[in-house]
């Protein structure tokens, strides 16, 4: 029931930015303003206080996962770069459906449902793998997402050293030597980070809202796209993580890490690059209804290995 309320928080956020959208509340012009007010403020103050607020007794595991996190995100793009490959011929929407399966929602989705599949752990583990997410989101998920819309794509520095990514490895750096900051500087950061989430779902219902619906359910790349992202993709690192490390905390997390639609950021990106945010959201939207069923599923599959 806890996995099934935290589908439902996401599909009602995103009903709300639909409902917004056709009322003329919402726009094109404030979609924007507010994808910009997620990554550049939002989404940093969320991170740093995830990281934070990670408990110091055992870094062993932070040690471990430090690591697996770059692998993991190696084998997701190559993956992400062979089946795209498969899905568009076309070579700017190959690199967005590069991103869309590199890339789970590890931060709103994961949290709530490592909560309730592992408890408090799941969440601290999940926040590790989180910065491996916004560091490669924000670098090498832009380039993915604009190497087909003018000319030859090269990696933009300034755009890697932006606020998601230096709040994570600021925040890394403090966790690792021990820095603790008192909560009259942590709590008005961790109050501001929580607005990131359900805004940009409401800014992602707003923007399916933006175009037809008919787009979302007719279009077979779509469904062929969440079936790998949401099953094949993480029963293959599944297996790969078993044999690595075999049955236990670390290869559950990674686990649940994978098996999550597409992170919303991926969107809210898109619509800042200028990149095609109308299939980044419409993938997305669809692949957030079809995980309320494959995420449960390819946990219990898991739980059978544990």
């Excluded at 011929?89 to 869309?100: I, Q």
């Excluded at 929602?105 to 601290?124: C, E, I, R, T």
């Excluded at 750096?173 to 909560?183: E, K, Q, T």
């Amino acid at each position: 029931m806890d996995i099934l309320a935290a589908m439902l928080k996401i599909i009602l956020a995103m009903a709300l930015g639909f409902f917004l959208y056709k009322r003329h509340v919402l726009s094109d012009n404030s979609n924007e303003v507010m994808s910009r007010l997620i990554t550049m403020s939002a989404a940093p103050c969320m991170i740093f206080s995830s990281i934070l607020s990670l408990n110091s007794g055992d870094r062993s595991y932070v040690y471990i996962l430090l690591i697996a996190g770059v692998g993991l995100f190696a084998v997701m793009a190559a993956l992400g770069f062979v089946i795209a490959r498969f899905l568009s011929p076309d070579k700017k929407t190959r690199g967005v459906y590069e991103a869309m399966l590199t890339f789970g929602n590890s931060a709103f989705l994961a949290f709530p449902v490592g909560q309730a599949l592992m408890g408090d752990l799941g969440v601290s583990y999940l926040a590790i793998l989180n910065i491996h997410q916004n560091v490669f989101a924000y670098s090498y998920g832009i380039f993915q997402l604009t190497k087909g819309n003018e000319g030859k794509a090269k990696f933009n520095f300034k755009k890697v050293l932006n606020p998601p990514t230096i709040a994570a490895l600021l925040a890394l750096a403090l966790y690792l030597i021990g820095v603790r900051l008192p909560d009259v500087i942590m709590q008005p950061i961790s109050f501001l980070g929580q607005i990131c989430s359900p805004l940009s779902m409401v800014v992602m219902g707003a923007t399916i809202a933006s175009f037809s619906l008919k787009n979302l359910f007719t279009n077979w790349r779509y469904y062929v796209l969440s079936a790998f992202k949401l099953v094949i993709v993480p029963l293959i690192v599944f297996a790969i993580s078993y044999a690595i490390f075999g049955p236990g905390a670390v290869t559950n997390v990674i686990v649940i890490h994978c098996c999550m639609p597409t992170a919303v950021i991926i969107s809210m990106i898109a619509i800042m690059y200028g990149a095609d945010y109308k299939t980044t959201s419409s993938a997305t939207g669809l692949m957030d209804i079809f995980c309320i069923g494959t995420i449960p599923a390819v946990w219990a599959i898991v739980q059978m290995f544990s």
